[in-house]
């Protein structure tokens, strides 16, 4: 049961224009969500996250929707760079046993076309 | 600052064999989590280690386990390798908050 879905598995916007990369989760459970962005051959680096408390989140260029009774969050990219050209994976913590695991998305490949 | 070191880069192994994959978490950080990549599943979450303590588990079958020692470095282990197995995996260290995990650069294992 994947409980964060990605359903779009690549997406291809010309520079200067926005990205709409979007995350599906199916647990109410979920209060916390971020996005990590991935390049070939690095490890995910934290993007930007976004508490359940507040329907947005803006950090620069990126800025993160949630809409918590279609349990939805999408992340914009304004304007889009050559450079924001990775795997965009949307994660959502949750504990168990004092810990905390991550529960990723399959991810969304952004290519942006200069 | 250092970041998250994970070696080797990349190995290969036959059907079989076992491996151990190595981590050195941020200075400071005690929380060393490990990841499985896969083209069709994305990142799952393998264990958690705090203070050398498994917290936590991911749903992997036995042969997957892993360990981490006084100074929070971690390795993991795979016995009895399966083509299925291939994959990248990615260490993450933190300060114990769910948030901002740092994440190594993986090591890519192949299995032939």
């Known amino acids: 049961d994947q409980q964060v879905k990605q359903n779009s598995p690549s997406l291809s916007v010309q520079e200067g224009r926005i990205s709409i990369l979007n995350c599906d989760y199916t647990?109410?459970?979920?209060?916390?969500f971020l996005w990590y962005k991935k390049y070939p051959a690095e490890g995910p680096t934290f993007l930007i996250s976004?508490?359940?408390?507040?329907d947005k989140n803006e950090d620069g260029r990126f800025t993160v929707f949630l809409n918590k009774s279609a349990k939805h969050l999408s992340l914009h990219i304004v304007p889009s760079q050559p450079g924001d050209s990775a795997v965009y994976f949307c994660?959502?913590?949750?504990?168990?046993?004092?810990?905390?695991?991550?529960?990723f998305g399959k991810g969304t490949k952004l290519s942006v076309i200069p | 600052k250092a970041g998250v070191t994970q070696t080797p880069r990349y190995l290969i192994k036959t059907r079989g064999q076992q491996v151990t994959l190595s981590c050195s978490p941020i200075?400071?950080?005690?929380?060393v989590s490990w990841y499985q990549q896969t083209p069709g599943q994305g990142l799952q979450f393998l264990f958690e280690?705090?203070?050398?303590?498994?917290?936590n588990k991911g749903n992997f079958p036995g042969r997957f386990s892993g360990r981490q020692f006084s100074n929070s470095r971690s390795e993991m282990n795979v016995s009895t390798l399966e083509l299925g197995d291939s994959a990248l995996y990615l260490c993450?260290?933190?300060?114990?908050?769910?948030?901002?995990?740092?994440f190594g650069s993986g090591t890519q294992l192949s299995v032939l």
């Open positions: 993450a260290s933190s300060l114990g908050a769910p948030e901002k995990l740092f």
């Open positions: 647990n109410s459970m979920f209060d916390y």
């Open positions: 976004i508490s359940s408390i507040k």
């Open positions: 994660a959502a913590p949750h504990s168990g046993a004092g810990s905390y695991q991550l529960t």
């Open positions: 200075s400071g950080h005690r929380s």
């Open positions: 280690y705090f203070s050398e303590t498994q917290r």
